[in-house]
């Protein structure tokens, strides 16, 4: 069964930074594309920044110079390292993969995981 697990949600204060974590798990053969999204309360799931397979990268507005996305190929695990935090910041952060293909061949045309919570707060 594949899965992806976030890790590494936390409170931190304005002008901080962190770095939350997403570990692809299972019989994985390839994924090409893996990213972040949030969802802050009352509000809809926004993306934050995606990865290829090949390195590409990009980031939505809210991210663009403040976030940075880097992916572990051989190990399934993207990083969005979130730098000069602010209150707004604060939010659920989904991590994402699509297409991702199995070793029994089976495709997941996206899959997501559960999310991990980041408070940005004084």
Not at 32 to 40: C, E, F, K, L, V
Not at 55 to 66: H, L
Request: glycine fraction near 14%; proline fraction near 3%; charged fraction near 20%.
């Amino acid at each position: 069964q594949v899965q992806l697990v976030e890790s590494g949600g936390g409170l931190v204060q304005p002008g901080g930074s962190l770095r939350i974590s997403c570990e692809a798990t299972g019989n994985i053969r390839s994924i090409n594309a893996m990213g972040w999204h949030r969802q802050a309360p009352g509000k809809a799931r926004e993306m934050v920044a995606g990865i290829t397979d090949g390195g590409s990268t990009v980031y939505g507005d809210s991210a663009k110079g403040r976030f940075i996305i880097s992916r572990e190929r051989d190990k399934n695990v993207i990083y969005l390292q979130l730098n000069s935090l602010k209150p707004e910041d604060t939010a659920v952060y989904y991590c994402n993969g699509v297409p991702i293909l199995t070793t029994d061949g089976h495709q997941y045309s996206e899959l997501w995981g559960q999310g991990t919570l980041v408070t940005v707060s004084s």
